[in-house]
């Protein structure tokens, strides 16, 4: 396992990184909404030429749009190149990412909203729920628009080299179970059609 490629597209910003036997290089780039275009041309960009030997990717929460096209993205590469491909949670990588301990883990999960994830002595102390700003408002914390409320901000850049970091060493030593299951905190917005609504009717 020389090589390993992580992806993370939970935000509006995307970020990828790899380590190549634990030398990490990564890059960050707006998404504009259109993570399923730009991603895979990034990806052979910053391979430059290398195949991975595995793939790490950011299973959520985010944008959901986003996750999707990372996770896809990340088992088609996989698929097609038969190896293996192993998932990590965006709040527990913002947490790797700022060395965060006690308090709470937030990362933007859309229409204003927060998810958000209560930290202690490292460890998740609750699962993750849904916070606006106001229920925020004199906490420890740490994450994706965290700055812009006091606490210790960390993007997608950030969170790649964290994740990195902390599994390479154990996706190399075969310590750490395979699959990435998506983690949303709710499903999307969807509106059905007039046709739609009519048959269901």
Request: net charge negative; aromatic share 4%; with cysteine.
């Amino acid at each position: 396992m020389n090589t390993i490629l992580c992806i993370d597209t939970a935000s509006d910003r995307f970020a990828i990184g790899v380590d190549r036997n634990g030398l990490v290089t990564s890059m960050e780039d707006e998404a504009r909404q259109d993570h399923s275009r730009i991603l895979l041309p990034a990806i052979a960009n910053l391979l430059g030429g290398d195949s991975p030997d595995a793939i790490l990717v950011t299973i959520g929460p985010g944008a959901y749009a986003g996750i999707r096209v990372g996770i896809a993205t990340a088992e088609g590469l996989a698929l097609a190149r038969g190896i293996p491909v192993y998932g990590i949670g965006t709040l527990e990588a913002a947490a790797l990412a700022t060395g965060f301990r006690d308090g709470v883990v937030i990362q933007p999960a859309g229409r204003g909203a927060f998810a958000a994830q209560r930290w202690a002595n490292g460890e998740p102390a609750d699962s993750p729920v849904t916070a606006t700003p106001v229920d925020l408002e004199g906490k420890n914390l740490a994450g994706e628009g965290a700055g812009a409320l006091g606490g210790i901000e960390a993007g997608a850049r950030e969170r790649v080299e964290a994740s990195l970091r902390d599994r390479a060493p154990r996706i190399r030593a075969g310590t750490l179970e395979t699959g990435a299951e998506a983690f949303y905190l709710r499903e999307p917005s969807i509106t059905l059609s007039r046709r739609q609504q009519a048959a269901a009717s």
